[in-house]
C-alpha cells in the first residue's frame, strides 16, 4: 500500500524527560521517527520537553516544541498546529498516554486529529489489564490466573482464594512502577496500596506469580496490510521475577528448541495482529522450564528499551521502519536500509550472540535496596557482541564501567559460603559475580541452579570461564593459552594482573604473537547477502570484514552506558561531533557499547564499532584504522578516563591535550594554574589519611566538602560539620584512599551556584552563556535548576566569571569545550569549583537555548578553524533578553527504595526538562510541570524544617498562607508559625502516630508539597527525615528539600495565582 | 582432537572434532536458522551434503526423541563455530556429539563459518570434506575438483516399500523423496490416510489405492535427476489431486513442461519472506533449497506463479490452471522454522473435499 497522501503534517510526542524505566531509547526511536516521516515527505512537529536530546534539535522536526508533555501544553501545540495525525507511539509510554489524554479529552475530534500507529482500542487493549486479559481468553492466548482490583482489599481476597505468592502491577505505569512480589498478606497490603496510589487509574492487577520460568522476549512488526515479522526474539538470564530492563538478556534465544521458539513465535504475532498495531510491539512470555506451558506476561503496543536493544542487536532499525508503517507503507515495500537489497519485510538471522547488561546506579546509592524484583531500577544498559557467549559475555561484563574488567569482584573472593549463597538468592544487582565465584570455589553448581531458577545453559557457559582461569594459571605467560583466552573474551588487564605483568605487556605479547581480532559485520542476514553497513563488532576470528578506506579518519569514543551523572547529554554532543567531523570531509569512526542512543545507530557515524570502551578494545580499532587521532572530550568521563592509556600507546588525542586534561583533574597542577592565572577557589588540600583530612579540616574550618578525586557526579561527595562526621565519611564512604585517589577536603562556601560551558580554539575564547543556579552551593549542579540567562547575579560577577573563565581556557590551553563551576559568597566573591576539560551535562541545553551549536563549533576548533574563521566573534555571547530558560532536574526516587532523596552534593537525578517563556515565573512553571510536579493553583504544603532554616521558612510559609494554601507543619514549626500569626494543620511527629501523623498526611494526599529541611547540626541521617521523603516519593508527592527550590516554587504559584487575604488581615 | 575441513577451492580450515569420523565429500552448504539444528540434520533434502550452520552456538539443548525429521539422518557432515556439549533441555535424551556419533555423521567446530558463508554466498556451494589434521590437503582437494555431485540421493533416502500410516480421514498417497516428518505429521493432524511409497512407484499402483490425492514430499538433489518420478507426476496430475513441497514443486513443475536451475548458493534458512501473488500477503517461511523453477519457462506451460520469494523474486509456488494440483518451494510444515504457511495443508484439505471420491 502507497504512503497516506490524506495527511500532510503529523504531531510527534517524545518521551520526556529521562528517568528509569524511560530512557535514551526514545531519544534513538524518536528521532529515527521523526526522520523516517520527514524523508517520506511529511511535515513533523514534535513535542518533548528533553532539552538533552538529538531528538529536541531544530534539524529533527520541522518545527520543535520544548513544552511539558501534559495535556494542557499538548493542547496548545495542536490548537495553534492543527496537524492532520498524531503519532504516540514513539514516545514511551508518556507519549502513549498523551494520546489517551487527548482522546479523552476530545481535542483530537475537535481538530480532526487521527492517531497513527497504534490506535487508541489497541492502546487500551494492551495496557488495560481487564481488556487485555479479555483479549487474551478471546484469541485463546494463556495468561496467569489474575484479578483486577481496585482496592487493596480485593487484592487480599484473591489471594486468599488463590494463594501466594503473588505480583502485583499497577496500570499504566512505565518500567513497572510501583509493582513487586507479595509473599503474604502485609506485604501484599503495603505494595497493593502504594500500587494503586501511583497507578492513574487507581488499579492494579494481582497475578499468580510464575517465577522460576524463562522470560522470553519477541520484537514484533506489523503492517496494515496484516504482514507480521519477529525482528529478534531474547532470552533473559534471570526467569520471570526480575524486571527485563534490570536482566541481564541475551539474544537470540539460547535453550529453546525449535519447537519452542516456534510456538512463541506464532503467539507473539498472534497477538499483535488481535492488537491490529501498525508498528512495532514487544511481547513478554513465560515459559515453563519443563513443558510446553507458557504464558504471556506483558505486551508493549510501542517500541520500547527492548526495541531499541533488538534494532541494535539485528542492525533492523524498528523505531524508522515503525514510522513508515504508521502511514500506511507496507513492511515488503520498504526496502532493508542494511542490506539495501532485500526488504523490510524478513526476520533477520544473526549470527553472533548478543548480551546486554544493565547498569545500576548502586554505586551512587549505597543505602538502595538492591533486591532486583519486578520494579525496574537500572538508569541505562550495555551490549556487546561476539561469536561465543564466552566472548560476548565477557566484553559486557568490562563495558558496565563498574571498575571490573573480569567476572571477578575481589570482595566476593574473601566471602565465605553463606555469604555468597545469601548474595546469589537475593538475587540482587552483583549476583552474577557471586554465581562466579561460587563456581570458582568449586561450591555445588546444581545448589546454584535450584536458587536462581537460571537455565544450566548459562550456568555451564561461566563455569567454562572459570575453568580457563584455572588454565591461565597454569600457563602463566603462554602464547597459546593466551590465544585461547582471548578467544574467549578474556581481558588484558585481567590476564596482566594474573600473570603479573602490565596490561600494555599482555597487548604487546599478543602483538607481537598476532593475537589480534578481526571485525565481523552486523548485516541483518548472518552473511547470506551482501551489505554495506559500516556497523562492526569484534571476534578473535579468522577474517576481518572491517576494509579500511584511505580517506582521513578521526575516531570519536562514546560515553557508554547511561547512569547518573553521564547520561544522554553526553551521546548528543557525540552524535554532534561525528556530524560535524563528517561534514568537514573526514571519516568519523565511533566506538561505543550503549545500545539505547543515537550515536550507536549505524547511520550516524561512517563506520561503528559496537566495541567495550577499553584501552584495549578502543586500541584494536585504532590499530585497524590508523585514524588521524581520537577526540575524547565528547564522551564525558569515560572517554576522558582512556585518553592517558591511549597516549601511552602513542595515540594522538586531538583537541584539549593530555596534559592540559590533566592540568584540569589533577589537584596540585590545577591549584598551580590558578594560582598562576590568578584566580582563587575555595581553601582546600588533598588527604591521604584521616588524621591528615582532620588536620586540613581544622585548619581551614567546618564545613567542609569532603570527597575522592577523580570523581563523575559528585559521587561520595560530602558536606561535614564537625570532627565525627569526617571520621564516619572517612571510616564508610570512601573505600580505598591511596596516594593515587586521595580525598579532597574544601571549605564549604555558602553562596549562589553558576556554571559556564565554554569553547576554546587554543587562541580565543566564546562563551554562549553563563547559567545561574536556583539552589544554592551543596546540591549538586546536575541537581540544580538552572536558569539562563541570568537572574540574580550583578553584572560586576557576571563579569568575573566572563573573565576567569576566558582566562581558564586561555591559561589551560583547552581546545574544544570545557565547562566551569563557580561560587559566588554573599560578598561577590567568585571562586573556581572545578574545571571540566571536556563537554559537559549543560551543553545540549545551552546550545539549544542560544542557538549555538557548541559541539560543531568545538569540533571544528579541535580540526583547526578557530573561532574567528567560523564566524563567530570571541568572548561572550550576548544574552537572550526576550526569554528565560530554565532547565529542572529529574529524578527516579519511586523506583529506588531506601534512596534518600534529600539533594546534596552527590548527583541523584536520572534526567532534565527544559521550560522556556517570557519571564522567570512562566519558565519556571513550565519547567516544574515538565519535571513531573504538579502545580496547583490552591492546596497545602507541609513544612518539617530544621532549627536553622526556620526563619527563611517562616517568610515562605506566610507566602503561602497569602496565596491561600493551607499550611501543615510539625510541632517545632508550626510553633514558629502560629507565633507569627499564621494558621497552621498540626502535624504529629511520626512516633506520636495517629491519622495526623505526617505520614499519614502524605500517604492520604492531603498535601501537595512538602517541604523538608534536614539540620546540619543534629544527626543529618535523621530516621523521620527519611521516612517524610521516602513516604513522599513512593506516593508521588514533590517533596522539597531545599529551601530554594521551595522558593522557585513560591514564586510560580504566587504569579498563577490570586491573593487571599481577609479583609482583616488587609487593615492590618 | 583436530579436524580440517577442506574445500574444492583449496582453502583449509582447522577446527576441533566432534561427531564420528566417517568422511565423505559433498555440497558445503549453509542454514541461517537460528534454532532447528535438530530437524536440519535429520532432514533428509541435506543427503549428499555438509550443512553449516551460520548460527555460532550449536548444540545448546540437545537432541530429543521427537524432533527427528528422518528416521535415519543422511547428512554428510556438520560444520559450527561453537558446540554446546552441555545441553540443557526439559526433553533433551542426549549430546550432539553422541547422537552425531550413533549416526555416524562427522562433525567440525571452532572454526570462522561467517568466512565461509561469505565465501560460498560469493562463489557458490563447493565440494567439500572433513578430514583428519594429518590428511593430504593437496590430495583431498583435487579430489574434491574431479568429484561429481551425487545424482541418487533420492534413491538413497526414499522409502524402500510402500507402508500405511492408517487414519479415517481423507486417503493420500504420500510420494517420499525422502520426506520430511513434519509432512507426515501435518496430514496425519488433520485425519489423512495415509500410505507412504517409494520414489519409483508407479501411477497405476498409485491410484489403484483410490487416493484422494498425493502429496509430492521434498527431498535432495537436482530434480532432474528422478526422471522416474516427473514420468508419473504427469500422469497423475489429471487423475487426482496433487500437492508438491520442494522438490515435489520442483518435479510437479518439470512434469508440466517448465524447467528448473541451479541456485548459486540456494536458499536455507527460517526467515524467508514469501509473497502469496494472489492476495500480496507476505509470510516468513522455512527453506531448504537449491535448485529453483525457471519463471520463464512457465509461460510455454499450464502453470502459473502463485507464489514468489520478496528478495531474489524466485518462484516460490505454482498453480496448475486446469487440474486441482500446486505446489510451494518452502515448507509448509515448517519444521524447523516459522508455522506461518500451515494452511497450505489446509487448502489442500479443501481440495481433496471438493473433488471428494465419493460426491
Avoid at chain 1, 571476534?539 to 579500511?548: G, Q
Avoid at chain 1, 573573565?803 to 583547552?814: E, L, S, T, V
Avoid at chain 1, 523538608?1012 to 547540626?1017: E, P
Wanted: proline residues 4%; contains cysteine.
Amino acid at each position: 500500500m502507497p504512503k497516506r497522501q490524506d495527511i500532510h503534517k503529523i504531531l510527534v510526542i517524545g518521551s520526556g524527560p529521562i528517568v528509569i524505566g524511560q530512557a535514551a531509547e526514545f531519544d534513538y526511536a524518536g528521532s529515527q521517527a521523526c526522520q523516517s516521516l520527514r524523508e517520506e515527505g511529511y511535515e513533523v512537529i514534535l513535542i518533548n520537553s528533553n532539552p538533552a536530546t538529538i531528538m529536541t534539535d531544530t534539524t529533527i522536526a520541522d518545527r520543535v516544541y520544548i513544552e511539558p508533555i501534559t495535556l494542557d501544553f499538548a493542547k496548545r501545540v495542536i490548537y495553534k498546529e492543527r496537524p492532520d495525525a498524531i503519532l504516540g507511539s514513539l514516545g514511551g509510554q508518556t507519549g502513549l498516554n498523551l494520546v489517551v489524554d487527548l482522546h479523552n479529552d476530545g481535542i483530537l475530534d475537535e481538530c480532526g486529529v487521527e492517531i497513527l500507529g497504534t490506535d487508541l482500542h489497541a492502546i487500551n487493549r494492551a495496557e488495560d489489564r481487564e481488556l487485555f486479559r479479555a483479549l487474551m481468553q478471546e484469541i485463546k492466548e494463556p495468561v496467569p490466573e489474575s484479578a483486577i482490583v481496585h482496592t487493596v482489599d480485593l487484592a487480599v481476597e484473591f489471594c486468599n482464594t488463590h494463594g501466594y505468592p503473588v505480583v502485583v502491577r499497577p496500570a499504566y505505569t512505565l518500567g513497572g512502577t510501583g509493582g513487586g512480589f507479595a509473599d503474604n498478606e502485609e506485604e501484599l497490603r503495603e505494595i497493593c496500596e502504594a500500587g494503586l496510589k501511583i497507578s492513574p487509574v487507581g488499579q492494579c492487577l494481582i497475578e499468580q506469580s510464575i517465577a522460576g520460568y524463562k522470560e522470553i522476549e519477541y520484537e514484533v512488526m506489523r503492517d496494515a496490510n496484516d504482514n507480521a515479522i519477529v525482528v529478534c526474539n531474547m532470552e533473559n538470564i534471570d526467569p520471570v521475577g526480575i524486571h527485563t530492563g534490570d536482566s541481564i538478556v541475551v539474544a537470540p534465544v539460547q535453550t529453546l528448541t525449535d519447537r519452542e521458539n516456534q510456538m512463541l513465535r506464532s503467539a507473539s504475532l498472534k497477538i499483535i495482529r488481535a492488537l491490529k498495531i501498525c508498528g512495532g510491539c514487544n511481547v513478554q512470555l513465560a515459559l515453563d522450564p519443563e513443558s510446553f506451558k507458557y504464558y504471556v506476561i506483558e505486551v508493549n503496543p510501542r517500541v520500547s528499551r527492548s526495541s531499541a536493544l533488538a534494532s541494535k542487536a539485528t542492525g533492523y532499525p524498528i523505531a524508522k521502519i515503525s514510522a513508515k508503517l504508521a502511514v500506511g507503507l507496507t513492511l515488503d515495500e520498504i526496502l532493508n536500509p542494511i542490506t539495501k537489497t532485500s526488504y523490510a519485510c524478513f526476520e533477520p538471522a544473526i549470527d553472533y550472540i548478543v548480551t546486554k547488561f544493565p547498569r545500576f546506579p548502586f554505586d551512587k546509592f549505597p543505602s538502595a535496596d538492591r533486591h532486583l524484583g519486578t520494579q525496574m531500577k537500572a538508569t541505562g544498559e550495555i551490549m556487546s557482541i561476539g561469536r561465543t557467549f564466552e566472548e560476548s559475555f565477557l566484553k559486557a561484563v568490562r563495558s558496565l564501567e563498574m571498575k571490573v574488567d573480569h567476572i571477578y569482584k575481589a570482595e566476593f573472593a574473601s566471602m565465605d559460603q553463606m555469604q555468597l549463597l545469601e548474595k546469589i538468592k537475593n538475587s540482587d544487582d552483583e549476583r552474577i559475580f557471586a554465581i562466579a565465584q561460587w563456581l570458582r570455589n568449586g561450591f555445588d553448581m546444581s545448589i546454584i541452579l535450584k536458587e536462581t531458577k537460571m537455565d544450566s545453559f548459562f550456568i555451564h557457559h561461566i563455569k567454562r570461564i572459570i575453568d580457563l582461569e584455572q588454565e591461565m594459571m597454569a600457563h602463566v605467560k603462554d602464547v597459546e593459552t593466551l590465544k585461547v583466552l582471548k578467544k574467549n573474551g578474556f581481558s588484558d588487564s585481567y590476564i596482566a594482573k594474573n600473570w603479573n605483568m602490565r596490561e600494555k605487556e599482555v597487548y604487546d605479547l599478543r602483538k607481537a604473537n598476532g593475537i589480534f581480532p578481526v571485525y565481523k559485520m552486523v548485516d541483518t542476514c548472518a552473511g547470506e547477502f551482501t551489505s554495506a553497513t559500516p556497523y562492526f563488532y569484534s571476534s578473535y576470528e579468522e577474517e576481518n570484514e572491517s576494509i579500511c578506506s584511505d580517506r582521513k579518519k578521526i575516531v570519536v569514543l562514546g560515553s557508554g552506558p547511561i547512569r547518573i551523572g553521564q547520561g544522554v547529554e553526553f551521546d548528543y554532543a557525540t552524535v554532534h561531533c561525528v556530524e560535524t567531523l563528517r561534514e568537514a570531509g573526514y571519516e568519523a569512526i565511533i566506538i561505543n557499547n550503549n545500545p539505547e542512543t543515537v550515536s550507536t545507530d549505524f547511520s550516524i557515524s561512517d563506520k561503528l564499532y559496537f566495541e567495550p570502551l577499553t584501552t584495549e578494545d578502543v586500541m584494536h580499532v585504532i590499530e585497524l584504522e590508523k585514524p588521524l587521532g581520537v577526540i575524547v572530550q565528547f564522551g564525558g568521563q569515560t572517554a576522558i578516563n582512556l585518553a592517558d592509556s591511549l597516549v601511552q600507546h602513542g595515540v594522538k588525542i586531538l583537541g584539549t591535550s593530555l596534559e592540559d586534561i590533566d592540568r584540569a583533574e589533577d589537584r596540585h597542577e590545577f591549584e598551580a594554574m590558578l594560582r598562576k592565572l590568578d584566580i582563587p577557589q575555595p581553601q582546600g588540600e588533598t588527604a591521604v589519611t584521616v588524621e591528615e583530612a582532620l588536620v586540613i579540616a581544622q585548619k581551614i574550618g567546618y564545613p567542609v566538602l569532603v570527597r575522592p578525586s577523580y570523581v563523575l557526579g559528585g559521587r561520595a561527595m560530602e558536606i561535614v560539620h564537625n570532627d565525627d562526621e569526617l571520621k564516619v565519611y572517612m571510616a564508610t564512604a570512601v573505600k580505598e584512599i591511596s596516594h593515587d585517589a586521595p580525598i579532597l577536603v574544601d571549605k564549604y562556601i555558602v553562596g549562589k551556584e553558576l556554571e559556564i560551558d565554554a569553547i576554546a580554539d587554543g587562541e580565543n575564547v566564546f562563551i554562549p552563556g553563563v547559567m545561574e543556579h536556583i539552589e544554592r552551593a551543596g546540591v549538586h549542579s546536575g541537581d540544580s535548576i538552572s536558569v539562563y540567562p541570568t537572574q540574580i547575579i550583578s553584572e560586576k560577577v557576571k563579569e568575573t566569571i566572563i573573565d576567569y573563565g576566558i582566562r581558564i581556557g586561555k591559561g589551560f590551553h583547552f581546545i574544544g569545550l570545557y565547562n566551569i563551576q563557580f561560587i559566588v559568597d554573599k560578598d561577590e566573591n567568585v571562586y573556581v569549583l572545578e574545571v571540566n576539560p571536556r563537554s559537559s551535562r549543560t551543553v545540549p541545553f545551552l546550545s539549544k537555548i542560544t542557538g549555538i551549536q557548541m559541539s560543531n563549533i568545538a569540533t571544528k576548533a579541535i580540526l583547526g578553524h578557530s573561532i574567528v574563521e567560523q564566524g563567530y566573534t570571541p568572548g561572550y555571547h550576548p544574552d537572550d533578553k526576550h526569554h528565560v530558560f530554565v532547565k529542572a532536574p529529574v529524578f527516579s526516587f519511586a523506583k529506588l527504595r531506601h534512596v534518600d532523596t534529600v539533594l546534596g552534593p552527590e548527583m541523584k537525578s536520572t534526567g532534565e526538562a527544559l521550560g522556556s517563556d517570557v519571564n522567570l515565573e512562566k519558565a519556571l512553571y513550565k519547567a516544574l510541570v515538565a519535571s513531573g510536579i504538579s502545580v496547583p493553583m490552591h492546596g497545602n504544603v507541609l513544612l518539617t524544617i530544621a532549627d536553622e532554616d526556620k526563619s527563611e521558612a517562616l517568610k515562605l510559609a506566610k507566602r503561602f498562607a497569602d496565596i491561600g494554601y493551607g499550611i501543615y507543619a510539625t510541632k517545632g514549626t508550626a510553633k514558629l508559625l502560629e507565633e507569627n500569626g499564621l494558621f497552621v494543620h498540626h502535624a504529629n511527629k511520626i512516633e506520636e502516630g495517629g491519622d495526623n501523623s505526617v505520614v499519614e498526611i502524605i500517604r492520604h494526599g492531603r498535601v501537595n508539597f512538602v517541604i523538608n529541611t534536614m539540620s546540619n547540626k543534629t544527626n543529618s541521617t535523621s530516621k523521620d527525615g527519611f521516612l517524610i521523603r521516602r513516604v513522599a516519593a513512593e506516593n508521588n508527592i514533590s517533596c522539597m528539600t531545599s529551601l530554594d527550590t521551595a522558593e522557585a516554587l513560591t514564586r510560580v504559584l504566587e504569579a498563577l495565582s490570586f491573593s487571599m487575604i481577609s479583609m482583616n488581615e488587609m487593615g492590618k | 582432537m583436530e579436524r580440517l575441513l577442506i574445500l574444492e577451492d583449496g582453502s583449509c580450515y582447522r577446527g576441533t572434532a566432534f561427531g564420528s569420523d566417517n568422511f565423505q565429500i559433498g555440497e558445503l552448504v549453509f542454514n541461517t536458522s537460528m534454532t532447528g539444528y535438530q530437524e536440519i540434520l535429520t532432514d533428509n533434502s541435506y543427503c549428499g551434503q555438509i550443512v553449516m550452520m551460520t548460527y555460532p552456538l550449536i548444540g545448546n539443548y540437545g537432541v530429543n526423541r521427537d524432533d527427528n525429521e528422518s528416521i535415519v539422518p543422511a547428512v554428510f557432515g556438520f560444520v559450527v563455530k561453537d558446540y554446546c556439549d552441555e545441553p540443557n533441555n526439559w526433553r533433551s535424551q542426549e549430546t550432539l556429539d553422541t547422537y552425531l556419533k550413533r549416526e555416524n555423521i562427522p562433525g567440525i567446530y571452532g572454526i570462522d563459518t561467517r568466512a565461509i558463508t561469505r565465501k560460498l554466498r560469493d562463489k557458490g556451494t563447493m565440494r567439500a570434506t572433513l578430514a583428519n589434521v594429518d590428511a593430504d590437503v593437496d590430495a583431498i582437494v583435487k579430489m574434491l575438483q574431479e568429484t561429481d555431485y551425487l545424482h541418487d540421493q533420492v534413491k538413497r533416502v526414499s522409502s524402500q516399500k510402500i507402508f500405511p500410516i492408517p487414519n479415517r480421514g481423507k486417503k493420500v498417497v504420500l510420494m517420499d523423496f525422502g520426506a520430511k516428518l513434519g509432512i507426515v505429521r501435518e496430514l496425519s493432524k488433520r485425519g489423512c490416510d495415509l500410505i507412504v511409497v517409494p520414489y519409483d512407484t508407479p501411477a497405476d499402483v498409485i491410484m489403484g489405492f483410490h487416493p484422494d490425492g498425493v502429496m509430492l514430499s521434498n527431498g535432495p538433489g537436482n530434480p532432474e535427476d528422478v526422471q522416474v518420478a516427473i514420468d508419473t507426476i504427469q500422469k497423475l496430475i489429471p487423475q487426482t489431486v496433487v500437492f508438491g513441497i520442494c522438490l515435489g514443486h520442483q518435479l510437479i513443475s518439470l512434469a508440466c513442461g517448465a524447467k528448473t536451475y541451479k541456485l548459486k548458493f540456494g536458499h536455507r534458512g527460517a526467515n524467508h519472506p514469501v509473497m502469496d501473488l494472489k492476495t500480496g500477503k507476505v509470510e516468513i517461511t522455512s527453506q531448504n533449497h537449491g535448485f529453483a523453477v525457471d519463471i520463464d519457462s512457465l509461460k510455454n506451460t499450464r502453470l502459473e506463479m502463485t507464489h514468489q520469494a520478496l528478495n531474489d523474486k524466485s518462484c516460490e509456488g505454482v498453480r496448475h490452471k486446469d487440474y486441482p494440483c500446486f505446489s510451494v518451494q518452502f515448507h509448509p510444515e515448517a519444521s524447523a522454522g516459522p508455522l506461518d504457511s500451515g494452511h497450505l495443508f489446509d487448502d489442500f484439505m479443501e481440495l481433496m473435499e471438493k473433488e471428494d471420491h465419493y460426491a
